[in-house]
């Protein structure tokens, strides 16, 4: 079975400049480009690099095509809506086709190639795992931030190096539960891991590693200081405007800091131990719980190999239990 797809992808309607893996531009349009005041024009040096840059952008993008279109003939798959993966990886790409046709597109790998941008997924809103990990990323300012489906992001081995301009841009993602960031330059920054933690709650592993309570609980000390003392202020459901009485341990019971030992205490409260056992025990609230007394009930098997007036021997009772 043959495709019926003429097209699988393409690049109609980039007008992305180029940024060292952009879109391809021809040496006309470079040169007709208002240069700015002072600067030198376009030399055969500048020329010829361009031309390489462009032609280097075409093969890969061709490699992208060829790759899709077979994996599309391997699945048996003719309409584009009906991919829902699409395998790019170990491709030496630079460029990667729009694939904006691919709408139900759910995963996405383009590990290990040389991407240097992400424009190549305008459309594809029902993307929820995207693994982009060892390439050459400098930056994903919007081109991830519509992608609000995403569960599963891969940046790893990047070369990311803005945290806040990255972490903006997946702050949308109200879904995405899995992302690994590491060996990219921004997690060298100062409390790189609580501020991903506080600014993206959702995720649940960051770099492989599960958010622990107490990451949230430092983050959110560390970079949200005033709600947590409005929290902290809070009690029983209203705000306490007088700052809370200091609770103040028995003066009597209290020795100097240089002559502590032990649990804090010279001597026992009381004077010895069993003392304070019992001090503490007369203070604790009395409980008391009643059950049935199942031992003085006969068993069927009883009742049946003796008489009639041998039930009266049985009494039922109740047995009471109190304790502190």
């Not at 899995?178 to 060298?188: A, D, E, G, K, R």
Request: aromatic share 6%.
């Amino acid at each position: 079975m043959t495709t019926t797809n003429a097209l699988l992808c393409s690049n109609t309607g980039q007008k992305t400049d180029y940024h060292g893996g952009g879109a391809i531009l021809t040496q006309s349009q470079s040169q007709t480009q208002t240069q700015p005041t002072g600067t030198v024009p376009p030399t055969r040096t500048n020329a010829a690099a361009l031309s390489q840059i462009n032609r280097m952008n075409s093969e890969s993008v061709a490699r992208a095509q060829q790759s899709i279109a077979e994996q599309l003939k391997k699945q048996n798959l003719i309409r584009n809506k009906d991919v829902r993966d699409l395998y790019l990886s170990q491709l030496d790409l630079t460029e990667v086709c729009d694939l904006s046709d691919f709408k139900n597109l759910r995963r996405l790998w383009l590990n290990q190639n040389r991407l240097r941008f992400i424009n190549f997924l305008p459309g594809n809103f029902r993307l929820s795992e995207l693994h982009i990990s060892d390439n050459s990323l400098v930056s994903i300012a919007n081109s991830l931030r519509h992608l609000t489906g995403l569960q599963t992001l891969s940046l790893n081995n990047n070369q990311l190096a803005r945290m806040e301009e990255t972490v903006s841009e997946l702050a949308n993602m109200h879904g995405l539960q899995n992302l690994n960031l590491f060996h990219n330059p921004l997690t060298s920054e100062p409390q790189y891991r609580s501020y991903v933690i506080h600014h993206l709650p959702q995720v649940i592993v960051l770099d492989r590693s599960l958010v622990m309570e107490d990451e949230r609980l430092l983050a959110k000390r560390t970079f949200a200081q005033d709600r947590m003392r409005i929290e902290d202020s809070i009690g029983f459901g209203r705000l306490i405007r007088d700052k809370p009485k200091t609770h103040h341990l028995d003066r009597g019971l209290v020795i100097a800091p240089s002559k502590e030992i032990g649990n804090h205490y010279k001597v026992p409260p009381m004077g010895d131990d069993e003392k304070a056992a019992a001090k503490r025990a007369n203070q604790r609230t009395v409980m008391e719980f009643t059950r049935f007394d199942w031992s003085k009930v006969p068993l069927s098997e009883q009742k049946r190999t003796t008489d009639g007036s041998a039930e009266d021997e049985y009494e039922a009772q109740l047995i009471t239990v109190r304790f502190q």
